[in-house]
């Protein structure tokens, strides 16, 4: 497991190519600068490892693009010291991302297989989450809850109400929400009983599943 200065020139260049795009917070910037995300990835990928796209990993998922993690990041508004649940950890990548910028991270997998690789690697760079679980994101995780923030990685066909009632007061839960294409949404939670919703363009992913085969 290598990270080189030529991994880190190209970190840097990423990192760039995201400020051009209109990411502008500098923690999670300084988050994606300094993960070797390379690593995340199958070996065979190595050279595509800081372009900004989304690659294939096990169990037929994807790595989210860069420029999806930077902005889902950006959307939910923590920083250190909060607590995060997210659905779908997948390479552990977005996982990490939020690690670094001192968040304590709750994240649900439904592939056992995914759930097993990320759960042994994340730990070997130094990422400790809270706790991963294999489990089926559409519940969210109430014994850990209430969350200053939830996430989804995965494209979600409608929005699971548990997860809205999972957020804290102020929290935000943010969303892809569709079923080719999703639309960026963020609900934060105004009140007890209200939540304002916004929109944040299309983007693609793959879908949150519901049953666990
Ligand atoms: N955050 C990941 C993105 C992985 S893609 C990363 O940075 O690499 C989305 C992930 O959501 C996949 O790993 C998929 O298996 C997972 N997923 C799909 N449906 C789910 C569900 N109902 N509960 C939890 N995870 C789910």
Do not use: C
């Amino acid at each position: 497991m290598k990270d080189t200065f030529i991994h880190q020139g190209l970190r840097t260049k990423l990192m760039k190519t995201l400020q051009k795009k209109g990411i502008v917070n500098s923690e999670v910037l300084a988050a994606i600068n300094k993960i070797p995300r390379h690593l995340f990835m199958d070996s065979s990928f190595l050279a595509h490892a800081y372009v900004d796209k989304a690659f294939p990993i096990a169990a037929d998922q994807t790595i989210s693009q860069p420029y999806t993690v930077a902005r889902q990041t950006e959307l939910l508004e923590v920083s250190k010291g909060a607590t995060v649940l997210e659905i779908g950890t997948g390479s552990g990548y977005q996982t990490a991302v939020l690690l670094e910028m001192g968040v304590q991270v709750y994240s649900i997998e439904r592939q056992n297989e995914l759930f097993k690789i990320t759960k042994r690697f994340l730990p070997k760079l130094g990422y400790r989450p809270k706790k991963l679980i294999f489990g089926d994101g559409y519940k969210g995780l109430p014994e850990a809850a209430p969350y200053d923030g939830i996430i989804v990685t995965a494209g979600a066909p409608f929005v699971p109400n548990p997860l809205l009632a999972q957020l804290k007061v102020g929290a935000k839960l943010v969303i892809p929400v569709g079923d080719t294409v999703q639309i960026m949404t963020v609900f934060t939670r105004t009140s007890p009983t209200n939540f304002e919703k916004e929109e944040f363009g299309e983007f693609r992913f793959v879908p949150l599943l519901e049953d666990k085969n």
